[in-house]
C-alpha cells in the first residue's frame, strides 16, 4: 500500500480584534470590546470554507484585571467561554476541528472530560484540548487558588489529564448500542468500567454521565516550550501549538519534540509539529509592507511589557535588561532572551519583533513570499503545519483565506477538500480504542 502523502495542517487562532497588539486601535477594528457571536462564527465559517483544520480557541482566564491595571491600554479582549462558544460554532459548522483551551489549575477532571465529551458529539468529533497548566496572578487570585511552583503544576496537568483519559474510557463505545426495551436492558454491564483513582491531586470515584466520545478521547494540544513543557507534550501531545523566528530553531523544537516522543514509546508520527504564523499579505510586497507599517505605526510604547515582565523604567533603546526568573512562560521568556542577544535587539526593536508577532514566524509579502516560506518550514523539518495568528481581524484572515491558501493548494501542499470529518481525520491521528479494545490489544 503506498503511504498517504503528507498533508499541511492549517489551524487558525482568532483574537477579538487580531494578535497585533494595537490592532484594536486600527480603523478598521470594529468599536467595543462586547462579545459578538456573530464575529466569531463568521470567521470559523470563513475558516471552514478554505478548509482549515481546526479553529483554535485560547482563554486568558482572568486577565481582564491586568489589562486595567495597565492604564486600560492594551484592548482588553473580552471573549466567551471555551465551551459555550464552541458549541455554538459546532452548531453552524460540520466540518472545521474546534480547539478550546482548559487550565488544569481552575477545574476539576470530571467537569472537564463531561465539557469535552459533550462537545464532541455536539460536534460530531470535532473537539480538540489545549491543555494548559499556567498560573498567573490575576486568575490565581480569581479562583483563590494557591501557587504552585513550575513542576507542581505540569505533575498536577498530567494527573489531570489521567483522571480525565480513565473517565472517557469508563464506558465502552458500544456500550449503549444495543438497547432491549423487550428485557429492560439499557446497557450492557460489561461494557461499564468505573473509575477508582487515588492520587496526588486528585481522587475520583464513579463513571463519566455520558457515552465514550466519538473520537474516543479530544485531540491533545500543548504548548509549552520548558524542558518540563516538552516532556509533557512528548507523552501526552497529538499537536503542539510552538513558536519559533527561524529555521533553525524550528528544526530544533521539531526534531527534539519527535525523538521525545519515541522514547515514551509513541509514534512520531503521531504528533503534530504547528508554529504560530504571523502573516500580513497582499497582492504586492509593497501594499502588504505598507499594511504592516500602518499597524506598527499605531503601537503604544508608554507601556512595555515582555514575557511577562514589565520593562516601562528602562529607556527603550537601549539593551534589554536582565530578565528575572519567572514560574509562567520559561520558554517563551528564554526565545525573547536568545533573540534580543542573536540580533543584538534594544527594547524598542523587540517590540517590534517579538510583542507584535507573539514570538512566532512573522512574515510580511506577497502570496508566492508567504507560500515559499510554509513550503520551506514544512519541507525542510521544521513544521508539519501552522497556527495562523492573524495580526489583524477580520481582514488579515480574509487576506490570508483569499490570497495564501490557493497558492498552498496549487502547489499541492494543501487540501482542496475535507476528506474525514472528525478533527483526528483531519490531522491522520489514530482514534484510541475503549477499555475492552486495549484489553484484548494487551492480552
Known sequence: MSKVKRQLVLNVFLMRFGHHPAAW???????????????????????????????????????????????????????????????????????????????????????????????????????????????????????????????????????????????????????????????????????????????????????????????????????????????????????????????????????????????FGRDPDQIKITPGLSVTVAETQSEAQARFDELQDLIDFSHVVLAGVDLSGHPLDGPLPELPDVENGKGRRQQLVDLAKRENLTIRQLVKRFAVSRGHLQIVGSPKIVADKIEEWFTQGGADGFNVVPPLLPRGFEDFTRLVVPELQRRGLFRTEYEGSTLREHLGLDRPGDASWKKASAA
Open 25 to 263: 486601535r486600527h480603523p478598521s477594528a470594529k468599536a467595543g470590546g462586547r462579545p459578538d457571536l456573530s464575529y466569531w462564527t463568521g470567521l470559523a465559517k470563513l475558516a471552514e470554507a478554505a478548509k482549515f483544520d481546526a479553529y483554535f480557541l485560547a482563554d486568558f482566564i482572568g486577565r481582564s484585571w491586568e489589562g486595567a491595571e495597565a492604564g486600560k491600554r492594551n484592548g482588553v479582549s473580552y471573549q466567551f467561554e471555551p465551551f459555550t462558544l464552541l458549541s455554538a460554532i459546532a452548531a453552524v459548522t460540520d466540518k472545521i476541528g474546534l480547539i478550546g483551551t482548559v487550565n488544569t489549575n481552575f477545574s476539576h477532571p470530571y467537569n472537564v472530560a463531561r465539557q469535552f465529551t459533550s462537545l464532541d458529539h455536539i460536534s460530531s468529533g470535532r473537539a480538540g484540548w489545549n491543555v494548559v497548566s499556567s498560573l498567573q496572578d490575576a486568575p490565581a487570585k480569581n479562583f483563590g487558588v494557591a501557587p504552585l511552583t513550575h513542576p507542581q503544576r505540569y505533575e498536577r496537568a498530567a494527573e489531570f489529564v489521567d483522571v480525565a483519559q480513565a473517565l472517557w474510557d469508563s464506558w465502552d463505545d458500544d456500550a449503549f448500542d444495543h438497547v432491549d426495551r423487550q428485557n429492560a436492558i439499557f446497557y450492557d454491564p460489561t461494557s461499564i468500567h468505573p473509575v477508582k483513582y487515588e492520587g496526588k491531586h486528585f481522587s475520583v470515584e464513579g463513571v463519566l454521565d455520558l457515552p465514550r466520545p466519538v473520537q474516543g478521547y479530544p485531540v491533545f494540544v500543548q504548548a509549552g516550550n520548558s524542558d518540563t513543557g516538552r516532556d509533557f507534550a512528548a507523552r501526552i501531545a497529538e499537536m503542539t501549538y510552538c513558536s519559533a523566528t527561524s529555521l533553525e530553531v524550528a528544526q530544533g523544537y521539531y526534531s527534539d519534540i519527535k525523538s521525545r516522543a519515541a522514547r
